[in-house]
């Protein structure tokens, strides 16, 4: 600082501190070699203290008022100043002003899912966001553990330890609750009161009071989101056959009212309705059923061919799976036989190929074998 400075800050004799931002928790007094003239006036407003620090110590901690920095008024910076010698000079001092208001609207929240169990889908992942407040409860404990000789200190500078710890003390508690996970959202403002019971005599060490701690929202990832949404459908739907039948009656409605766009869905839920009630006729007795048995009896048609899942004994040894397509190219070139074992999901044990009637077919093709020749 130039000579205007010096002598600019020997006139002023007035200290205080409006602040104009809504970060800062902490502002120290600027003032050329932090030279403080006897009799100055310091006024400390509602929501801040004052602190001197004298030679590295903390001499003196002021509430809101207005004071005449005099001995009377700061006795144990009297002591450290020698000011019991009656000298009236400007004395060395820091001044720090601590920002006492509530923090507000904080965001903590977890990086990454927390793994968990559940009774009902066994592991999930949960995140978790929220808010929380804090304020500064004692200055002197604050500015030996966190400030240090900073002159300016903001809420961003400890926001990032504050909420790892938050976090971490959530993760504990939320793993130990056991409560499922579909009742986690009325349990919100228990895991908030209980998180702030667990970690505020942690803050306390900083010298902040946690005042409160809000659990916001907890979601699940958005595959079992989407599932649980399916799974709550279907059971607003509830008797299928029923919401089929209604779902044919209102698109006939429709139709019938010359609404084009409804014929297409009446095609659709009408060819449902018609294989659903030939699904029930088939399965009552034909003694209860005339028009069942006016019906000629349908031909027999084989099941289709499975198309894939197939293993098959090569050299003993078990190959595959294969697909039908796979298999024809194996019979066509002769690695497997009609005697060659085969199986499939569903059966109880392997069987050679022609037994097994879903596969006669790969060797339809094969030229007749006479007989044996007699002897």
């Known amino acids: 600082m130039g000579l205007w400075d010096k002598l600019f800050g020997e006139f002023v004799d007035v200290i ?68 019991y010698h009656g000298f009236e000079s400007p004395f060395k001092a820091e001044v720090y002003f601590f920002n006492t208001r509530q923090f ?15 009774k009902e889908f066994s592991m999930v992942r949960l995140r978790t966001f929220g808010t929380y407040n804090i304020r500064i409860n004692d200055p002197a404990q604050f500015i030996r553990e966190i400030v240090g000789t900073d002159g300016h200190f903001t809420i961003d500078e400890i926001s990032s330890q504050l909420r790892n710890l938050i976090v ?45 701690v809000l659990v916001e929202n907890i979601s699940l990832p958005p595959a079992v989101e989407e599932a649980l949404d399916k799974r709550t459908s279907m059971g607003m739907i509830g008797d299928l056959n029923k919401y089929i039948q209604f779902g044919a009656a209102e698109s006939m409605q429709l139709g019938n009212n010359g609404g084009g766009a409804g014929s297409a869905i009446e095609m659709g839920l009408g060819f449902a309705m018609a294989n659903k009630m030939t699904a029930d006729m088939s399965s009552q007795p034909q003694a209860n059923n005339p028009t069942v ?24 040894k078990s190959m595959g799976p294969y697909d039908l397509s796979t298999l024809q190219e194996l019979a066509s070139t002769r690695q497997i036989t009609p005697g060659t074992l085969a199986w499939i999901d569903g059966m109880s044990a392997w069987e050679a190929i022609e037994n097994i009637e879903s596969l006669t077919g790969l060797f339809e093709d094969d030229e007749a074998t006479p007989p044996r020749l007699p002897n």
Do not use: C
């Open 293 to 316: 048995v006016a019906m000629a009896p349908a031909a027999a048609t084989p099941p289709p061919l499975p198309d894939t899942n197939w293993h098959v004994a090569i050299d003993r």
């Open 104 to 118: 507000t609207d904080l965001k903590w929240g977890t990086k990454n899912p927390i793994m968990m169990r559940d």
């Open 168 to 212: 971490t003390r959530y993760t504990d508690i939320l793993g130990s609750s056991e409560i499922p996970v579909l009742d986690l959202a009325g349990n919100q403002g228990q895991l908030g009161e209980l998180l702030t019971q667990r970690i505020a005599p942690e803050f306390k060490d900083y010298g902040l009071e946690l005042t409160q």
């Open 16 to 83: 205080e501190w409006t602040d104009s931002s809504v970060d800062t928790m902490v502002y120290r007094f600027q003032r050329y070699g932090n030279e403080i003239k006897f009799g100055a006036k310091l006024t400390v407003r509602e929501s801040q203290v004052a602190v001197f620090v004298s030679e590295g110590e903390i001499a003196d901690i002021l509430g809101p008022g207005l004071y005449e920095l005099e001995t009377k008024n700061l006795p144990i910076l009297s002591t450290l100043q020698h000011w």
